[in-house]
């Protein structure tokens, strides 16, 4: 049973772009959440989604946005990119409708220069 | 506002001694709460969870209980090992309707031989 995946596992960046984090929720999972994670803090919600919908989001720009697809993954998109997004991008899933717990993934680095 | 306050780090031990890590929450209603570890590099697994008052978390030897009369969730462990170096976060979820998790700043553990 494949836990929760990401891609990629580092990225490099320059200020002003534009870049697309991607994962895929464990089997059987429906829900997928975004969080950023900053050096030595603890992750911050970004967004989560069902029925690919956004259904909450966190204080976070509009230059963050994402998208659920039929399949239940999901892409994380930042536009214009600043230094101060360089962090750890963690995508967790769950059942909407199941337990509480969310089981996160390995993580995207992400640094901008 | 809900949030999760943890001691801060890193807390530094020799092997087999006793390991507390004060964890202590704000909520607005009654939080289901969990212990995430990471290890470097790596993303955030779940390390044990309880969603009611009263309620014992335990994994791995590590066990946390919810107090809600203190709004403590306190993780505890009898006798550490090398291997349980790593960070360890506590958080809470809301069990109404689309929570996000709350994350504590977490607390780093160096265990030494």
């Known amino acids: 049973d494949a836990g929760v995946t990401q891609s990629p596992t580092h990225l490099i960046k320059t200020r002003g772009q534009q870049v697309t984090l991607r994962c895929s929720p464990k089997s059987g999972h429906d829900t997928v959440s975004w969080y950023q994670q900053a050096l030595g803090q603890g992750p911050q919600f970004i967004f989560q989604?069902?029925?690919?919908?956004?259904?909450q989001r966190g204080n976070f720009p509009d230059r963050f946005s994402g998208h659920q697809f039929p399949n239940y993954s999901s892409e994380l998109n930042v536009n214009a990119l600043l230094l101060g997004d360089s962090a750890l991008y963690l995508c967790?899933?769950?059942?909407?409708?199941?337990?509480?717990?969310?089981?996160f993934g390995p993580g995207t680095r992400l640094t901008v220069l | 506002g809900n949030s999760v306050t943890q001691m801060e780090g890193p807390v530094t031990l020799s092997e087999e001694a006793f390991l507390t890590i004060n964890c202590t929450y704000t909520a607005t209603g009654y939080p289901s709460l969990f212990w995430y570890v990471q290890y470097p590099g790596e993303g955030l697994q779940l390390l044990l969870k309880?969603?009611?008052?009263?309620d014992k978390g335990s994994n791995k030897g590590f066990e946390a209980t919810y107090r809600k009369e203190t709004t403590s969730f306190h993780l505890e462990k009898g006798s550490v090992q090398v291997s349980d170096s790593a960070v360890y976060f506590c958080a809470l979820r809301l069990n109404t309707g689309f929570q996000k998790l709350v994350f504590g700043t977490g607390t780093r553990l160096l265990v030494s031989p």
């Open positions: 309880a969603t009611k008052a009263d």
């Open positions: 989604y069902y029925e690919e919908e956004e259904r």
């Open positions: 967790a899933s769950s059942l909407r409708w199941g337990t509480d717990t969310q089981y």
